[in-house]
């Protein structure tokens, strides 16, 4: 029994300098592992080559993103230019041209009429009408919307409308425009007191040649044009936009000959590859996390077992290790955003922005997560720690300091949001104020309120000052107090 | 004897205990209140109630607002561009337009004659001539006003004057503008010299139809236009005005079919709860405010009974409570917007900004006012007692501060003023010295100074260094100082 | 002999209470001594009455300013409209407007001849040509400035050039331009290789109406107008320049009726009495200063003779009071700014801008010296006190970064001057980064440095970023450490 | 024995006192080596001289580069807005016009060839066309590019491209162009879905007068100018560039009278006595850094023989003084930029650049070493102490925040780069963000991406305010306490 007893003990002592191996173990860095047990950094490895592989992959996938925005953006400033009277070349606030006459909404309504019908002999790209599969030109389709019936007389302050919305439609072939601004003349008469908006509407076909000289197949794009004469204030200011709708696709027939083509093979391997590490990234990561929880289990067990202890909470956290986590998402989104990315170079996809988003976050955790193996090496890690002993007090602070920013948003919003374009959206106020004590754009900020009445004038005063004084000079010195204060704690230490 | 000064003792002891128990839970939380004595917060609740009321109604007074904005807005624009000759589209410094020659009033004045007259065929939008109620159309009036008698010969730098002023007016009716301008052909023989100001006043009416898809009933407008060429200056540029005073008021005849109107009466309704509302949360913080001079009565007069003490100041304050003053302050505030609010929907005022004043200012405090609640969770207040404990030192520190500053002020304005217009205005001067120690347009102020005479240049650069250096290395300095310094004195307790 | 040292001795301590009293008296503040003497405190009422009536002044000189310095820009705007062909209404860079044919030149010589030959139908204000005693028109004059021979022939690089530089001056009535236009054909063939510039100088003569209305007499004005054609870099390139020089006199011929004229003796009055109570105020500092310093010799002598020491330096900086020697210099150039408005006012001076300088000057010390009174007051001085322990620090400091200021500032000069207009002259060089160090308007500086040569593009950032990572992240921190510490000292204290 | 161990030992005392001798007077400052052995500093000496020399060289070198820079800038502006059609006066972008419409590329096309061919009679420069070296006049070329085969139509989506590039060029004579127009007409028929771009190409010689006032030689420059309308997006916007390369050269012939030219030997002179000086200031240097070795290799020596022990780290690297190096590679810089300065003057070289980087780099550095000298006075180098007790804390913690700083650069170029300007390139991107973290802009940042789709609305708000909330309040923060603590260890010293 003497014997049982001891070689439970002994048993027992194994266990426990095991358990004490292997928790030293699994608080070493990687070079202290490779020291202690020869073990490989394997995982180290992985994250390094995850690294340069993804930051490789959305620098190309941006390069490529370029070509294909700039292709858009020129070809919506050449159609703007080519179908908007009098355009100046930049837009006004959200629409592009905005005219005060009867008169000019003719104009303008005809100009688009005229410059479509000679279209083909306008552009000086490789653009034109789109063809039904018939090979039949699709026509311009001119839409007006107007309150059914209206009969509005101002002057005597009386009116009559059937607030329902008609919609009357005309289509207009490119070869016989002119026959048939005649034919229509009917449609053209427009009561302005009951017109809401005119549509038009229009298709155009474009093949994207520059990609040719990066030896990469040229796309073919089609244009969904829409210009919009916008009357639904009936301010007297007829506002036109025009927007386009670019949806690219993989031409019918081409051929080209005189260049060799680029493999686009090699980047789907490449994708592939990417895909494979992040997958490995996320299972060795995964493991760790699993096995840190069995060890976890253990050291418990071992603690509840021997000293009938619990393990402490603090502690716990140790082994939860965030970094971890950070790498398994930030794993996922490289995974996804690679997906996408081939589907998109296969052309069964156009989100761009969806694909960019999920690379682009997948690539700034990589980059944040190298903070950690920084960490490992002494004194690195002040940026870390000081942000993990100031966090939670920041956070509180932050409650604080947020509360009266919302109130002088709100406050803020509906008092100058008549009279001041940085004030005219909840959104827009927050994004001033915060550029304003950051100490951006303040003289510019006091000056456009300057001749609007007295009241509003001395409240804006009253407002800014404050505002800027209170944040400015409380807020974020305090910060300063906070942070420095953080600081010396982990200093101590 | 000894059983009553024994009971008198108990009656005492009891009342004692009774009033530590009193204060004890005066002081508490709601949280420790409910606890102690199952006392549920209704003040808390009301106060939450009122916050979430008083942010929804100050965002739909601010969405209907804007709507109401925009269409003056857009209607001043659109008048702007249609009567004044060569508008760019932006004001220039604070006139719309300049003329500099003879012949440029001469045409931008019949300009607006020739708008006028044919302003039915002209404009887009639902406006036209105001006629009086007999439905005769009202005319335009254009006044000159010129020094009575006046022969100026600058050649021999000799003048007469007489500097009263006379004013001579014609009237024109839209329909024989052109006859008109031939008969009054003397009154457009302008002689500059003597001519101080010409002003050409008219009325037009406008309907606002975009509410309709709002489903609100359209509001009539009146706008009374006053177009000035003014020559006050004789400095030989005449700068063209064109201000609109817009008085919206119900139509009055209307029928609209064809949608369902919205039911104003809830909005009423809601506006109703949200003064009983802020009614109770008043009354409730009265009450408050009465019990805590009560208790203090009953607190200083047992000091006094049984210690012969006075309660110290420090102590006296501890029971006067801002927070119920700043709730009571936003109560009545909101309670005064909220009627104002009602009174504009009923179109009885239009006083948006007073209205929009109240209930941003209330709004504010509310927020504000949160911050207590979230105090009474410890480490929560650090951001409001910081700032109680820096309060007086940054209040007199900024006494001194604000002399130097006013100093600058002073000596910016009269010796920049004229060649910076940034330094026009006293109170601009004081903006501008603001945005510029908070880090604001630092190069564009040095280099407007650049091209002036070599004196001012050289005392613009020792203003702007010196004005710099001193108050952002120095005084924003110290500020961070002080606060780090009120913040480490609150930590240690 | 006893009593003979015992009188001695009482008269020595006599004197010694009588000079610890004197010395006790002389630190004390206005209302200590008020207190221990019934002093009334005089001084402190002269420099209240001082502020005031500075102030005063001041807003008085600069209000009137103002309308002269309007009267002048409104002038110079009107004639380079009517005299600057296609003007934008805008100068560029420093010139007005810039022409690259030789057509162009020719077109904007000649329409300054039309615009001033009919310059009376023209102008809107009291501006007219200028006529000499006898009556007679003032003609324009036209010369131009070549080289002496000259041919230039860039085909072969050849060129033969006599350097002195010939001028040809033509003159021309308004009356009858046209005529001499063609009579003076020769001249206006002008050989650009040669030309340096053509001048055009007339003289124009206005009357500055608008005083009218604020019941002061109207001034005549002389315009002394300049117009020059520059091709002396003939690079391609002629920029035309058009001067003005406004001189104000007394009308020769006047007469007003129909107002009140204000009396401008009580502005003479005023100012008399502004310069008395400077003279008073500066009286009472020097024998302040006077008293000081025989208190210190008493002081010197007592410890001398008693002790056999000697007053130690910061005693002695004790006595001189630094404050004293502020209000003396303030009032000195309050005394003789004022002199100069007086002047102004009798239109015997035209100094705005010197007058201004004096006033602004000592406006500024009068309420930087209110501080000293403040500092009566405990706790008010921290901003003194501060400023004065960090003083000698910051200083020292100062001229470490300065030279690496400096070295900055030749560098980014003479490397990125041609690339930048920022970085243009030194004294732009330093303000730009001085600016960029208060943070402002980093990225369009970066930016404006795109698309130059590779090597510039490097340096340029290599320059900016440690520039800027150097001054804001460890210049301006070791500040706020250097102010941190000074106030912790005075705190102690 | 006993006499020579005492003798060696008298022996080693005396080179123990000897090198204790050394080691004191080589730690001395210049005033105190005068002081105590009388040595005159002639380094020092030298160092001042070359302060200022270095200084006047370049305030010399940077005039003298101003003159070309705006001789160079004004014809490449007057160029542009000869040959330019509706030139604006300002580069859009990187452009300098875009044309969107077939008729405008021809009109633009004929507008340069038929400016070029009256060109003599619309410059007012002395520019004129290049001559061959037998007095012909070099012709214009024009050249197009493009496909050499291709029949596009993209309304079908189909395109027969041969992606072989071919180049057409015909030659223009200035005096016979018109009749060329018609004779080429064929050349003129573009193919706008194969033309890649059109390069117009012609050489014009100048002269630049302008120095001949300055009493220096004028200089022959040839331009090459290149007009290059650019369709290789095929986007419907075709890009017109012009640019410039002016290379300078001496003239052939040449006369001057009327004027002494200056004699530009003084400044060579000036150049070689730079050069010497700072010849000398290196070998003085590189004559200590060796003293200092030799020292460095006594006094380990004497170290290891008595005491036998090594020379610690800490000790050895205050031997190698860093300022040396500092001192030795500015003047390495400066001889290097004034001979390429020599040559420049002697027209050999016209890297005005390069020369101005040297320059510039040997100015910084020169004036940075002052701070050495100040060093030497106590007190004065605090901002140099902190600096260097700060530097690895910083360096480590900037590593830290690099790498969120990198990760954030990628992620924003990646999702923001299509919709704002400012995130168009990585470097932009980085340049961006270092400008918003130093409070720059940041209102206009945000609201550039307003009308977005509104998932990246959502992502840029996020971005944004993460990126400045973590990098103001955090990382700034830290950097303050960073050098607070940095300046507290030495203050302690």
Redesign the interface.
């Known amino acids: 029994a003497k014997m049982t007893q001891n070689s439970v003990m002994t048993q027992d002592v194994i266990k426990e300098e095991n358990l004490r191996d292997d928790l030293r173990y699994y608080f070493m860095s990687p070079c202290e592992k490779y020291r202690a047990r020869r073990h490989i950094p394997w995982k180290l490895g992985v994250q390094i080559l995850k690294i340069i592989m993804i ?1 490789t992959q ?2 190309l ?2 390069l490529n ?2 070509l294909v ?3 858009k953006e ?2 919506m ?3 703007k ?2 179908f908007l009277k009098d355009y100046s ?1 930049v837009d ?1 606030d ?1 629409y592009s041209v ?6 000019a ?1 003719h104009d303008s309504l005809f100009y688009v009429l005229d410059q479509y019908s000679q279209f083909g ?11 039904d599969e018939d ?1 039949k ?1 699709l026509p311009l389709t001119l839409c007006k919307e107007y ?3 209206g009969s ?13 919305l008609e919609t009357v439609c005309v289509t207009h072939d490119p070869n016989t425009t002119n026959q048939q601004k005649t034919q229509n003349s009917s449609f053209f008469d427009l009561d ?2 009951r017109l809401v908006d005119i549509k038009i509407t229009f298709q ?7 990609t ?2 990066s030896r990469e197949l ?1 796309d ?1 794009y089609a244009f969904f044009v829409t210009i919009t004469f916008d ?8 506002k036109i936009f025009l927007d386009i709708d670019a949806q690219s ?1 993989a ?9 060799a083509q680029k493999n686009t093979h090699y980047l789907l391997v490449f994708d592939v590859f990417v895909i494979v590490v992040c997958l490995t990234s996320a299972v060795l990561c995964t493991r760790s996390i699993v096995l840190a929880v069995r060890l976890l289990q253990r050291f418990s067990r071992f603690l509840h077992e021997n000293y009938n202890r619990k393990v402490c909470e603090d502690d716990q956290s140790e082994f939860l290790n965030g970094w971890y986590l950070l790498v398994i998402i930030s794993d996922l989104l490289a995974i996804i955003g690679s997906i996408l990315k081939m589907e998109i170079q296969a052309k069964s996809l156009t989100s ?3 694909c ?2 999920f ?3 997948s ?6 997560g ?2 950690r193996y ?1 960490g490992y090496f002494q ?6 720690l ?2 993990k002993a ?1 966090f939670p ?2 956070l ?2 932050c ?3 947020g ?2 920013y ?3 948003t ?6 100058l ?2 009279y001041h374009e ?1 004030f ?1 959206g ?3 106020v927050a ?2 104020l ?2 304003l004590l ?7 900020t ?2 456009q309120l ?2 609007k ?1 007295i ?2 004038w001395l ?1 804006s ?1 009253a407002y800014l ?1 404050s505002f ?1 004084s209170l944040f ?14 953080a ?2 704690t982990i ?1 101590v230490l």
């Open positions: 930051t959305l620098i996938f941006g993103n370029q925005v700039s292709y020129e070809n400033m050449a159609l230019n080519l070349g006004e959200d905005a005219v005060y006459t009867q008169q909404v002999r306008l552009s000086v790209g490789p653009i034109s009408y789109a063809e090979g030109l309150y059914k019936r509005v007389e101002p002057s005597n302050e009386a009116y009559d409308i059937d607030a329902q302005f007191y155009l076909r474009g093949i994207n040649l520059q040719v000289r040229p073919c009357n639904q204030c009936h301010s007297g200011k007829v696709c031409c019918r027939n081409w051929k080209i000959s005189g260049t761009y922005d969806v960019s988003i690379l682009g976050t690539t700034l955790m990589v980059w944040v190298v903070i920084l004194k690195y890690n002040v940026l870390i000081t942000m100031a007090k920041v509180r602070f409650c604080c300091a509360m009266i919302l109130g002088y709100f406050c803020g919003w509906i008092v949001g008549p940085k005219e909840l959104s827009r994004e001033c915060f550029s950051n100490g951006d754009d303040m003289f510019t006091f000056a300057k001749d009445n009241l509003v409240f005063r000052y800027i400015i000079y409380m807020v974020l010195s305090l910060f300063i107090a906070l942070i420095t204060d600081y010396e200093k």
